[in-house]
C-alpha cells in the first residue's frame, strides 16, 4: 500500500481547507496527528489529517500542513483549538508527538519517510504490505 503525505500549506487559507476535509471526509478519517518540535529554535508544530486507506488497501492519504501553528503548550492557540474542536465535533482521534524539525533534513521526502516511520512505530498507521 502506497502511504502518501499530501502537503496543504502553513496558512489560514490552508486551515480552512483541512477543516473543510474533516468536515467533508469524517467517516474515511483515521485520525488527527500533532508534530511538535518543542526543541526546535521556532518551537512550531505540524498537524496531519490520516485518512483511512482506499479499499483493496492501494493507498493512503496523508494531508499536512506543515509548521502551521505555535507550539499549543503551556499556551494554546486558535489554531490549535479550532482543528481540536472539529476533530472533536467528529469523535475523530487526536495524538501527539514529538518529532525533529523539518530543517534537520536535507530533503522533504527524507522528512516525509521520518513521519512516516514515526506514525509506524506508534502504530497509528498500518505496517508496510
Partial sequence: MKQSFIYLG?????????LTLIEYNHERTSKVV??????SHNRLTSVALIMKPTADNHFQAMYYMQDAL??????????????????EKFNI???????HPPESYHEQELYYNYLTSVLRLQNWIPPLQ
Fill in 93 to 99: 482521534p487526536i495524538k501527539e508527538v514529538d518529532v
Fill in 34 to 39: 500533532y508534530f511538535h518540535t518543542p526543541l
Fill in 70 to 87: 505555535r507550539y499549543p503548550y503551556p499556551s494554546s492557540n486558535k489554531k490549535f483549538e479550532f482543528i481540536n474542536k472539529c476533530a
Fill in 10 to 18: 502553513n496558512g489560514l487559507s490552508d486551515l480552512f481547507e483541512f
